[in-house]
């Protein structure tokens, strides 16, 4: 059998999504049983260039993308329909889970896959010459057939399945930034997350690999792809540290076999001076923690965020004690977010005194509750292909209470407070006082080469200097 998988993603150059868990996990399974696999990421400029194959010898063409790629992943299924020869089409993912009729309905799709797509492969497995012959599992929906209610079904256990197979990946991208996930769902809801919808209709249920087949998948990936001992490691579990157990266990494993730093995400109730020492002793050198809004009663009552700013200022003190180093993210362009909440964002960052920061727009993401809300509201504006393509910080909703010029300005401010890069900063200060358009100052330095090869030279000399303190 010839598997085809087809992973419809953002700008592969401005937003790289290089790896995904679920896509690799589906080709180990295949190639265990002696199917063979590929696999293309496929953006916009691959779908107007015609830049990516359709074999019509495959068996199965496998295709998988988030909401955002909707409009994308429908052309791009169009015209794997019209390429294909004998083989069968099967979409899944995030968006074939939280809004399956949409992908039912797509042209030429054979079998609509929601929730997780192991038990699907397995089935497909045990009879490549008719795959979807007497096909008949939970979640998973045959067009034609009138389309039932999700249901809670067993989960997986992670520890059986094979080691994920990071070999169909672009390998030189992967190495440079080699990406593990050692475990699935969320003990969180948050309003603006898919979580929200999965632990409401699946049921939250914590699942991990164990230490040992968590290190045996890190060697097994040193080995594919040929990573070097000082390469960053991004461990990208949702909370990396909720369990205090198994990371001692996995870190006593790591620290004798890897010497790699790597970075974690946490939710900063999670955090404890035990958890920080450790990280500190298992060479994590950054840990990117959820501030989202500044705000805690916003941050509570619309994103559903139940931590307090007391938590937060605790874990980054944490964080900076055994010296780590504290992302923050945050979230601006909410519902209802005003520029007061904007503040409270800024200082509650200063605060916390983070050593960098990542901010992006909200983007309404079906399934969640502020989607549905936000849709209600009739405020959730169409996007353009090249938005869609850009990533997900794009202005999604009609009508904002604060500006863009605004939420440009404050993004950049906080950027440049916490990067140390003063001119900078005050120079945005100046210019949010003025009340200069920063989109076209930003279009009219770009015209002025020696203008902007100062501001980058500026830019990288003082960066390079923050760094180092």
């Given at each position: 059998?010839?598997?085809?998988?087809?992973?419809?993603?953002t700008?592969?150059?401005?937003?790289p999504?290089i790896y995904?868990e679920g896509?690799?996990?589906?080709?180990?399974?295949?190639?265990?049983r002696?199917?063979?696999?590929?696999?293309?990421?496929?953006?916009?400029a691959d779908?107007?260039?015609?830049?990516?194959?359709?074999?019509?010898?495959?068996?199965?063409?496998?295709?998988?993308f988030?909401?955002q790629?909707h409009?994308?992943?429908?052309?791009v299924?169009?015209e794997?329909n019209?390429r294909?020869?004998r083989?069968?089409?099967?979409?899944?993912?995030v968006?074939?889970t939280?809004a399956?009729?949409e992908?039912?309905?797509?042209?030429?799709?054979?079998?609509v896959v929601s929730?997780?797509g192991e038990?699907?492969?397995?089935?497909?497995l045990?009879?490549?010459?008719?795959?979807?012959?007497?096909?008949?599992?939970?979640n998973?929906h045959?067009?034609?057939r009138?389309?039932?209610?999700?249901?809670?079904?067993?989960?997986?256990?992670?520890?059986?399945l094979?080691?994920?197979?990071?070999?169909?990946?672009?390998?030189?991208l992967?190495r440079e930034?080699p990406?593990?996930?050692?475990s699935?769902?969320?003990?969180?809801?948050?309003?603006?997350?898919a979580?929200e919808?999965f632990n409401?209709?699946f049921g939250?249920?914590?699942?991990?690999k164990?230490?040992?087949?968590a290190?045996?998948?890190?060697?097994?990936?040193?080995?594919?792809?040929?990573?070097a001992?000082?390469?960053l490691l991004?461990?990208?579990d949702?909370?990396?540290?909720?369990?205090l157990?198994w990371?001692?266990?996995?870190?006593?494993?790591?620290r004798?076999r890897f010497?790699?730093?790597?970075?974690?995400?946490t939710?900063?109730?999670?955090?404890t001076?035990d958890?920080?020492?450790?990280?500190?002793?298992?060479?994590?050198?950054?840990?990117?923690v959820?501030?989202?809004?500044g705000?805690?009663?916003f941050r509570?009552?619309?994103?559903?965020?139940?931590?307090?700013?007391?938590e937060?200022?605790?874990?980054f003190?944490l964080?900076d004690?055994y010296?780590l180093?504290?992302?923050?993210f945050?979230l601006f362009?909410?519902?209802?977010?005003t520029?007061?909440?904007l503040k409270?964002t800024?200082?509650l960052?200063k605060?916390?005194?983070?050593?960098?920061?990542?901010?992006s727009i909200?983007?309404p993401?079906?399934?969640?509750?502020?989607y549905?809300?936000?849709?209600a509201?009739?405020n959730?504006?169409e996007l353009s292909?090249?938005?869609?393509?850009?990533?997900?910080?794009?202005?999604?909703?009609?009508?904002y209470?604060v500006?863009r010029?605004d939420?440009f300005?404050?993004?950049k401010?906080?950027?440049?407070?916490?990067n140390?890069l003063?001119l900078?900063?005050?120079?945005?200060?100046?210019?949010?006082?003025l009340?200069?358009?920063?989109?076209?100052?930003?279009?009219f330095?770009?015209?002025l080469?020696?203008?902007?090869r100062?501001?980058?030279?500026?830019k990288?000399?003082?960066?390079?200097k923050s760094?180092?303190?």
């Amino acid at each position: 059998m010839k598997i085809d998988f087809y992973y419809i993603t953002t700008n592969k150059v401005r937003r790289p999504v290089i790896y995904n868990e679920g896509v690799a996990v589906l080709s180990a399974l295949a190639r265990e049983r002696g199917a063979e696999t590929s696999l293309q990421r496929v953006d916009l400029a691959d779908y107007r260039n015609a830049a990516f194959s359709v074999d019509p010898e495959a068996d199965v063409h496998a295709v998988s993308f988030a909401s955002q790629q909707h409009s994308l992943a429908y052309r791009v299924v169009a015209e794997i329909n019209a390429r294909r020869g004998r083989g069968i089409i099967i979409v899944g993912g995030v968006h074939a889970t939280v809004a399956r009729d949409e992908v039912a309905a797509m042209p030429g799709v054979d079998l609509v896959v929601s929730g997780e797509g192991e038990q699907a492969m397995q089935r497909l497995l045990d009879n490549p010459a008719a795959p979807l012959e007497g096909f008949d599992l939970p979640n998973c929906h045959l067009p034609g057939r009138p389309l039932a209610p999700l249901t809670r079904t067993e989960y997986v256990d992670l520890n059986s399945l094979p080691l994920p197979d990071r070999s169909i990946f672009e390998r030189p991208l992967l190495r440079e930034k080699p990406e593990f996930i050692f475990s699935r769902g969320c003990p969180f809801s948050c309003r603006y997350c898919a979580n929200e919808f999965f632990n409401k209709t699946f049921g939250f249920k914590m699942r991990r690999k164990t230490p040992e087949y968590a290190l045996a998948e890190l060697e097994n990936a040193f080995s594919t792809l040929d990573i070097a001992p000082d390469t960053l490691l991004i461990f990208h579990d949702d909370v990396f540290i909720l369990d205090l157990e198994w990371l001692e266990s996995f870190g006593a494993l790591f620290r004798k076999r890897f010497k790699n730093p790597f970075r974690c995400n946490t939710i900063a109730k999670a955090m404890t001076e035990d958890k920080a020492r450790l990280l500190r002793d298992m060479n994590c050198v950054e840990v990117w923690v959820g501030i989202e809004s500044g705000d805690e009663a916003f941050r509570r009552r619309v994103l559903n965020k139940q931590v307090s700013d007391q938590e937060i200022v605790r874990a980054f003190e944490l964080i900076d004690r055994y010296g780590l180093k504290g992302v923050s993210f945050n979230l601006f362009g909410c519902p209802g977010e005003t520029i007061e909440n904007l503040k409270r964002t800024f200082e509650l960052n200063k605060r916390c005194k983070v050593y960098n920061t990542s901010t992006s727009i909200f983007y309404p993401f079906p399934g969640t509750s502020l989607y549905d809300q936000e849709t209600a509201r009739g405020n959730v504006r169409e996007l353009s292909d090249e938005e869609n393509d850009s990533g997900v910080s794009v202005f999604a909703l009609k009508d904002y209470q604060v500006s863009r010029r605004d939420y440009f300005y404050y993004a950049k401010l906080l950027q440049s407070y916490v990067n140390h890069l003063r001119l900078e900063h005050y120079g945005l200060r100046l210019l949010k006082a003025l009340g200069v358009d920063p989109l076209g100052l930003k279009d009219f330095l770009q015209g002025l080469p020696v203008a902007g090869r100062l501001l980058e030279r500026y830019k990288a000399r003082y960066y390079l200097k923050s760094r180092e303190k």
